[in-house]
């Protein structure tokens, strides 16, 4: 069987310049990377802006297992097979963390005929946007401890400093440190650690920003601790929000690439949805949406993660309507979801699929309650029996929705043009009534029991000490408007990874709170989420190296 990697390295790629030609941009329009990549110019976005909008498209995925659900891979299908009966298409989606290509997870460029090239570069340094957002974070954190050694004249609080450090890497070995030991020159010992770059604040105020002055505001509001008399210091009090934002000035600019089908993707941004916000940049699909008739896009893991902060926190904050919503699932994935162990997924095993459907309608529900149209892509594999797909198709139709059997792993763009059509059909239908699941002006707390106990099905939700009293303290400072970001394990409604299927009835335990006041929105982390992963017992990248050619092996 030809591997993903070999499918994107026989690829007939066009010219940067051709895809961008198709979109109506120029060759001064774009900033080349090479022959296959390219930046679209802070000038060419703003000019673009001011063209009518498209329908924006989300693809969304059943609560991931280690079977896999393919929800890149079907947001890149969509978008070929849109394209393939006449729509002009383009697809949006986040850039790979280097964490999860040399960890467990793999990379996020999409699968089998249906990939986003150069899919080497996209999984590894690509364009530099990851490493532009390391170097601005730390930049702040440096100068929070220089600021300190020199006097401190903020009176800032060593032991109130919530900034922490960052890297593009899963290292848990980083994840509680203390820096400044060494003596007097290497300044004041103080307890600090690392996340991994997606989680940073500064990823999500990338990801968030309109343009360069919303950038530069952004970052100046973020709260990196506090002083002796309890009150925020920020980076603008540090004066570190000029030379933050110049760092990231390229990295703003959306990425240009293609399909292996020569169809224009813009991937830029890349928060994880189980410790961050999980979408792809605010300005890419604003200037996708501006430029093509769809755009489709996808948020991180299952809905009750991705899908959820896609549509209370990006579409809330940026004021986008999506008209539809695609959730992507697997015979494969379902069957374990009703028990089936991953060695047994090649038998076939039509009543765990129909005990595993209890996810699926889970999600399905959850969609409906922010009032959007629902259909359910099930992406084919080769073992699927058509008893298990009969299954599939029997419970969507009792939960009123389609369910389309998707080829577009074997077939590319040709083996989803159903889902094309049946995504066509509901939007045209006009049948959005898109809502937030809750609103602005509620206490942050009961944001957070909302999500849980209507996304989640929580019948309870259990904050640490001080816990409350912090959300309390960042309502009095006027942030209670904002909305919330559930970090928590992504492969359950519950906190409990080992919970497949569809529990209820769980307790959701928050063992902490923090503020993204650049970002504009709160971050509750629950359970034994990390913030910063760790390695596998065997990770990716004891296999990985260069062959005899200069190419790399083992990546995927």
Known sequence: MTSDIQIARQARKKPILEVAEGLGLSGEDILPYGHDKAKISHAAVTRVGQQPSGHLILVTAISPTPAGEGKTTTTVGLGDALNRIGK????????ASLGPNFGMKGGAAGGGRAQIVPMEEMNLHFTGDFHAITSAHNLLAAMIDNHIYWGNQLGIDTRRISWRRVM????RALRDMVVGLGGSTNGFPRQTGFDITVASEVMAILCLSRDLDDLQDRLGRIVIGYDMERRPVTAADLQADGAMTVLLKDALQPNLVQTLENNPALVHGGPFANIAHGCNSVIATRTALAMSDYVVTEAGFGADLGAEKFLDIKCRLAGLTPSAVVLVATVRALKMNGGVAKADLAQEDAASVRRGCANLGRHIENL??????????????????ESELSEVSRFCAAQGVKMIVARHWAEGGAGATDLAREVVNLVERGETGFQTLYRDEIPLWDKIETICRRIYRASGVEPAPGVQAQLE?????????????????QYSFSTDPARLGAPEDHVVPVREVRLNAGAGFVVAICGDIMTMPGLPRTPAAENIGLDGKGQVEGLF
């Open 368 to 385: 409906r309650a922010f009032g959007l149209p629902v259909v359910v892509a099930l992406n084919h594999f080769d073992a699927d029996q």
């Open 88 to 95: 002009r298409a383009t697809i949006c989606i986040r850039e």
């Open 168 to 171: 593009d890497m899963n290292d």
């Open 473 to 489: 303290a960042w309502e009095g400072a006027g942030h209670g408007h904002m909305p919330v970001c559930i970090a928590k394990t």
